[in-house]
């Protein structure tokens, strides 16, 4: 059999590169060595509700592109992202809004929040004078000030990332709107939505027609019989989504990545364990970031009808062998060695690198999709 592309994971990246050049006519392979197709964002039927394995996942974008195109792989739903944080007794809404405020502070009128927002900015921002924020600290503090650096930001961020706040950089946190409306939605974008029956769903409806081989890694593929001798017999091109620093052999020392341990639990006849899909634990002696409650992404308006329910709860951790990467480590380090590995895989005239591992970058699933809908289109063009 010849294939013009082995591609190296079956996740997201993967499914849409292979799925746009099979339209063009090109043959792919597609190999994974999880015994599941979907990479990161897999979901599976559990009790009633399709769990999202991998950590939850809530699609978002701005890109009109990208929304018509996933349309045509799932019907999503019109759920909205609006966790709830939850510091020691209390509960406050995310992200940072008007409803957040008025919890804080009891202020009422945007004008009020503004005034308290400007008395507890005004001394991060004298501190900064003319400078950008160098790092994630000092962008919260000018941008949200200590109430809400101190009960939101500080211990979730730190758990996350097993850092300082000031050993991180600051973009990190400018995923995270602030907003003078009583508007709780999570995210900035225009289309938002979870695939009605999961995300597994989207990726075997782009996979199909394309030969798909699990429980395969590249190393064992490259190895065997099929692959030996004259690699160009086989296939013209690799795309490969897997770790970039594992690509190379770690030649040139390894990429750090940040984990995530899931704990899943599925409570018996609890039909509604905490009334929302996300909640945050946002206080640093707390060992998990948050509590996902499956059911409430797909089923908003009848959830209980369920009778149980499945919980996950998330340790973050630092990645080590044998681990599922899943966070690029955003500092100045990995950026600079990130940089050469970049270097090297653009001297491998036939690999295409994609995706969040294959890129080390904190991509969001629509950028996957663009940046796969991208190479595609590079490739049937050439
Ligand atoms: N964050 C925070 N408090 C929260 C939620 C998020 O401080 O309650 C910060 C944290 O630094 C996190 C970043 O905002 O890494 C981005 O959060 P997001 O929810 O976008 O992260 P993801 O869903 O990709 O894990």
Redesign the pocket.
């Known amino acids: 059999m010849r294939y013009d592309y082995l591609i190296v994971g079956a996740g997201l990246y993967g499914a849409v590169f292979a799925s746009e050049v099979k339209k063009a006519g090109y043959r792919s392979l597609v190999i994974d060595r999880r015994d599941h197709i979907g990479g990161n964002i897999y979901t599976k039927e559990m009790n009633g509700v399709n769990v999202h394995v991998y950590g939850?996942h809530i699609f978002h974008t701005s890109n009109k592109r990208v929304w018509d195109y996933v349309n045509e792989y799932a019907q999503f739903n019109n759920y909205v992202n609006s966790?709830v944080?939850r510091y020691k007794d209390e509960l406050y809404n995310?992200p940072f809004n008007m409803n957040t405020f008025h919890e804080l502070w009891g202020v009422r009128t945007p004008q009020e929040a503004k005034n308290k927002l400007d008395e507890q900015i005004g001394t991060a921002r004298e501190a900064l004078g003319d400078s950008e924020p160098a790092n994630?600290e000092q962008q919260a503090l000018s941008l949200v000030g200590r109430d809400v650096y101190e009960k939101?930001?500080k211990g979730?961020?730190e758990k996350?990332?097993g850092r300082d706040c000031k050993d991180?950089p600051a973009f990190?946190?400018k995923?995270?709107p602030v907003r003078f409306t009583y508007n709780n939605n999570?995210f900035n974008d225009i289309y938002q939505g979870i695939p009605i029956g999961g995300y597994t769903g989207i990726i075997s409806r782009l996979l199909e027609g394309t030969d798909v081989r699990l429980n395969c890694s590249f190393e064992e593929y490259m190895k065997s019989n099929e692959a030996k001798g004259s690699e160009a017999d086989i296939f013209d091109k690799i795309v490969y989504t897997g770790m970039i620093d594992e690509y190379f052999g770690y030649s040139l020392g390894a990429l750090e990545y940040r984990t995530l341990k899931f704990e899943t639990e599925t409570l018996k006849d609890v039909n509604n364990f905490q009334g929302n899909a996300v909640v945050?634990y946002?206080e640093r002696e707390i060992p998990f970031t948050r509590v996902i409650e499956h059911k409430h992404f797909e089923h908003i308006l009848d959830a209980e009808s369920i009778p149980d329910t499945v919980i996950t709860r998330e340790y973050p951790k630092e990645y080590e062998a044998g681990d599922e990467p899943y966070?690029p480590v955003n500092d100045e380090r990995n950026a600079a060695l990130y940089e050469k590995y970049r270097e090297l895989a653009n001297k491998q005239k036939n690999v295409i690198f994609g995706g969040r591992l294959g890129q080390y970058k904190?991509y969001d699933m629509d950028k996957v999709i663009e940046a796969a809908l991208d190479a595609a289109a590079a490739e049937v063009q050439r």
Do not use: C, E
């Open positions: 939850a966790p944080a995310l994630l939101l930001i979730y961020t996350q990332w991180l990190i946190i995923r995270l999570y945050n946002t966070y904190y």
